[in-house]
């Protein structure tokens, strides 16, 4: 019984170091926590062009332009989501890909492929990490 509870408390005080070792900073996870400088301090706007495809049947979301990008967010990853129907922020398509190296403005995302019909998309989110 001694030896059981001798190599639990060995065990014990071993897993509790290495989390008191963890630690958090903006580009690890660990636990603890940190601020984080956001690159875009004013908000992002977002449009989309539509086509009328027989086989969704109706018109569906092409390429989405995202503009007002801040050069603290060249070349970070993106993830652009379309939203909807009514208040259930269900998710209808996403796109992943990097904004652009340069002192560009605008970026797009490509949902062409995914045939999300348009009259369904009620909400834009898009997210920058890095």
Do not use: W
Not at 48 to 69: E, F, H, N, Q, R
Not at 97 to 125: E, K, R, Y
């Amino acid at each position: 019984m001694l030896v059981a509870l001798l190599i639990g408390g060995i065990v014990f005080a071993t897993l509790y170091g290495f989390a008191a070792s963890l630690g958090v900073n903006s580009n690890s996870l660990g636990a603890g926590s940190t601020s984080v400088a956001a690159c875009q301090a004013t908000p992002l706007t977002a449009s989309y062009a539509t086509s009328y495809d027989s086989t969704v049947p109706g018109y569906k979301v092409g390429i989405v332009t995202v503009s007002g990008l801040a050069a603290g967010c060249n070349s970070k990853p993106f993830k652009v989501t379309l939203t909807g129907p009514g208040v259930s922020n269900a998710s209808l398509g996403e796109v992943t890909g990097t904004t652009p190296a340069g002192p560009a403005t605008t970026f797009t995302a490509d949902f062409s492929a995914s045939n999300v019909q348009a009259a369904s998309v009620t909400g834009i989110h898009i997210v920058l990490t890095g």
